[in-house]
């Protein structure tokens, strides 16, 4: 897996002409290739990802602070900017996450107004929260979208399938190359035949079938039938294609994905917290915790 050169921020104690910002992440439950991660329980479920280390605070306290509960909470009223990013991964093959599969994922910046309890913040832990919840206001989120289209792989060769008696069925094993995926029990195939021509069979054509399947890894198995004709049917040699596809629900090939949101001006109140949710609705998906996962905070005005 790639590893993305990751940004710093400069800062400087006290700001500059009044302007102060203060930035802060996360405390990774586990590691993957290298990286800190955060795992997401389950797929298109809402989960607080809590605040719990400071990387620089201009204000030092004077404006907002981590009082351990997963949360950033504002000291003092003021016009903030908002600006929170995350790292998601992409992921190798067989890793419980199809690297090739990437769903849609939602990263959000949310308030807890003052006198609304937040989500509780167990350490080592997310929170599951309400996806619909109104209690908490959405300042900012961003969608990454996924891919309906599915990996594919294809292949052609040369059958003389010859002469099928009336009812009866003559078929032949095709070994597919490896390509984007590897084809296995319950992914999809088709086939089609050259010589399945009105040219060559008249009549009969109309009367023969062509069906495939996975019979086995990279294996798919063509079938000719001839079904409905009450005579032979001698079938030429000829060209077959086949086309196998994953059997999923999304794929993408996805990298490693920086995915930058922003409130622009916001007003915030003292004791009013920061929270940042996700959602995606990829199985067994995790969030990279590096110098680039982070909510960071800034007056506006002086």
Known sequence: MAVQKAPTE????????????GQFSFTSTSNSGGYGTIKLPQPDLVYMIPLT?????????????LLGDGL???V??????????LDWPAQPRDSG????????????????????????????????????????DGLASHDTPGSSSPNAVRTSVYWAPGTIAAGGMTYLDVTLP????????????????GGLTDAALGAANAGLLIS?????????????????????????????????????STTGNNEDAWTFVSS???????????????????????????????????????
């Open 178 to 193: 490896v390509g984007s995926f590897t084809p296995t029990i319950g992914d999809l195939v088709r086939a089609s035949h």
């Open 97 to 136: 996450q199809d690297g090739y599969d990437t769903n849609m994922r939602k990263i959000m910046i949310r308030r807890v107004p003052v006198g609304v309890a937040p989500p509780v913040y167990r350490p080592g832990e997310v929170t599951q929260i309400p996806g619909n919840s109104k209690l908490y």
């Open 264 to 302: 622009g001006a916001v007003r915030l109140l003292a004791n009013e917290k920061l929270m940042i949710a996700v959602r995606s609705k990829s199985p067994g998906d995790y969030l990279q915790i590096d110098n680039v996962s982070f909510l960071r905070i800034a007056n506006i005005v002086p």
């Open 72 to 74: 950033v909470t504002v």
């Open 76 to 85: 003092k009223d003021g016009l903030y900017d908002l600006t929170a990013n």
């Open 212 to 248: 495939a399947r996975i019979v086995a890894p990279l294996v798919a198995r063509v079938m000719i039938e001839n079904r409905y004709n009450t005579s032979p049917v001698t079938v030429p040699g000829g060209t077959m294609n086949l086309l196998s596809e994953s059997a999923v």
């Open 53 to 65: 280390v400071k990387i620089f605070d201009e204000s030092d306290g004077a404006k907002y602070q």
């Open 10 to 21: 400069h800062w400087l104690p006290g700001g500059i002409g009044g302007i102060q910002r």
